[in-house]
């Protein structure tokens, strides 16, 4: 059984950066692309990154020069940096994990993280 966990989030302040990380346990294996979406109020979700397990990485346009994937392959884990923050930043954030790059830009990966609450203000 795989799990995804993630840590990081809550009530931010605009301008500041943010963190969100997310590990993998069970039996996920090293080559599994991983990813992050959100969530806004009354939005959909929407994709922000994905990063494959040779470091190959794909961004939505709209958080390009403020939003870094990166993972730590050792430690089965994912990260999400925002930096600045805006208060349009304000959702849930899921990180997911698949069998390839795109099939996790798609929002097709097999597993999916908890889902982590982001508020910023203003």
């Known amino acids: 059984q795989v799990q995804l966990v993630q840590s990081g989030g809550g009530l931010v302040q605009a301008g500041g950066s943010l963190r969100l990380s997310c590990t993998a346990s069970?039996?996920?294996?090293?080559?599994?692309?991983m990813g992050w979406f959100r969530q806004a109020p009354g939005a959909e979700r929407a994709f922000l990154a994905s990063?494959?397990?040779?470091?190959?990485?794909r961004y939505a346009d709209s958080v390009k020069g403020r939003f870094t994937i990166s993972r730590n392959a050792a430690k089965n884990t994912v990260y999400l940096e925002i930096d600045p923050l805006k208060p349009e930043d304000t959702a849930v954030y899921y990180c997911?994990?698949?069998?390839?790059?795109?099939?996790?830009?798609?929002?097709?990966?097999?597993?999916w993280g908890q889902g982590a609450h982001v508020t910023v203000s203003s």
């Open positions: 069970g039996r996920i294996f090293g080559n599994y692309a």
């Open positions: 990063i494959s397990w040779i470091v190959v990485t």
């Open positions: 997911t994990a698949g069998q390839s790059l795109v099939v996790v830009t798609a929002g097709r990966g097999d597993y």
